[in-house]
């Protein structure tokens, strides 16, 4: 099977741009989740997909939003992007929701450079 | 704030040697994940121990368990230069939803 797949793999934008990564996660998983790493922050949650409803959200600012398509392919949009929000943005899917013994697979990322 | 703090921050040792790293948390888990990351890249699954099970292995890797002790150490044995690498430990706090919480990582460096 193939991993999960991340897109762009590489991002720079400006101050105050409006960007979107996405995800697609191995064939038959259905739980697609979000996380932020920056060197200050290490990795933080952002939020979780299961069958095209968020069932979780980290503590970010609305500006940080997201989606799942039927395909549970997810997209992870930020507005008004930050200086601050230059990061490594990872995608990890599962199979089921339940983390007893479930494990997460994580894409290559996505760095994003905000200018 | 991290649920997992790693310890030591960074370790350097010739290769061959055996390397160990500690993770503590604050509160109760299902189970405790070990992850390992290339210079900046995507993170591969170790290992998963369950909050009931106390020590696991899998090939040159060994992970125990203390749950009195909210603590996990995670063994390396043989060490090699691909080794070098940074490891996180995980803990899921939430059960039925995909949220990991991450210490901040070990940076390991495997010297030849």
């Known amino acids: 099977k193939a991993g999960v797949t991340q897109t762009p793999r590489y991002l720079i934008k400006t101050r105050g741009q409006q960007v979107t990564l996405s995800c697609s996660p191995i064939?038959?998983?259905?739980?697609v989740s979000w996380y932020q790493q920056t060197p200050g922050q290490g990795l933080q949650f952002l939020f979780e997909?299961?069958?095209?409803?968020?069932?979780n959200k980290g503590n970010f600012p609305g500006r940080f939003s997201g989606r799942q398509f039927s395909n549970s392919r997810s997209e992870m949009n930020v507005s008004t992007l930050e200086l601050g929000d230059s990061a490594l943005y990872l995608c990890?899917?599962?199979?089921?929701?339940?983390?007893?013994?479930?494990?997460?697979?994580f894409g290559p990322g996505t760095r994003l450079t905000v200018l | 704030s991290q649920q997992g703090e790693e310890d030591p921050q960074a370790l350097s040792i010739q290769e061959g040697e055996n390397a160990t790293m500690n993770c503590s948390y604050k509160?109760?888990?299902?189970?405790l994940q070990w992850y390992r990351q290339n210079s900046g890249r995507g993170l591969v699954h170790l290992i998963l121990?369950?909050?009931?099970?106390r020590e696991k292995h899998s090939g040159r890797l060994r992970v125990t368990l203390d749950t009195s002790k909210k603590s996990s150490s995670l063994l390396i044995t043989a060490s090699r230069a691909a080794d070098t690498a940074s490891y996180f430990c995980?803990?899921?706090?939430?059960?039925?939803?995909?949220?990991?919480?991450f210490g901040q990582g070990t940076r390991l460096t495997i010297n030849p």
């Open positions: 990890a899917s599962s199979f089921t929701r339940d983390t007893i013994g479930n494990e997460q697979f």
């Open positions: 064939s038959g998983h259905r739980s």
């Open positions: 997909y299961f069958s095209e409803t968020q069932r």
């Open positions: 509160t109760s888990i299902n189970n």
């Open positions: 121990i369950r909050s009931n099970e």
């Open positions: 995980a803990t899921d706090l939430v059960q039925g939803a995909q949220k990991l919480v």
